[in-house]
Nanobody, 119 residues
């Protein structure tokens, strides 16, 4: 069974850091683009970052540029999202998805992990 599972969320104070993991089973994550999305309370889902297959490109949305870093770990079939200098507006459920391209990374979805940043 092919699936994505996120982990690493939690409660952190403003200015703190978290590292989210997106681990795949049933398929090789390195062959796919992997995107991170988030949904803040009462708001719609927004893209956060994406890494193309083969690391041909990395993308960040403006609110997280300079604070978040996306990376791959082939040995663990994983993609990480290192989040530094967290702000209260980063609070939300973070989900990862995978697909052929960042623009169409919706073949597989995880269930999400909660990130709460206290001010």
């Amino acid at each position: 069974q092919s699936q994505l599972v996120e982990s690493g969320g939690g409660l952190v104070q403003s200015g703190g850091s978290l590292r989210l993991s997106c681990i795949a089973s049933g398929f090789t994550l390195g062959n796919y683009a992997v995107a991170w999305f988030r949904r803040a309370p009462g708001k719609g889902q927004e893209g956060v970052s994406c890494i193309e297959a083969g690391e041909r490109g990395i993308h960040y949305q403006d609110p997280v540029k300079g604070r978040f870093t996306i990376s791959r770990d082939a040995a663990n079939n994983a993609v990480y999202l290192q989040m530094n200098n967290l702000k209260s507006e980063d609070t939300g459920v973070y989900s990862c998805s995978a697909g052929r391209l960042c623009s169409t990374a919706d073949d597989y979805w995880g269930r999400g992990t909660q990130v709460t940043v206290s001010s």
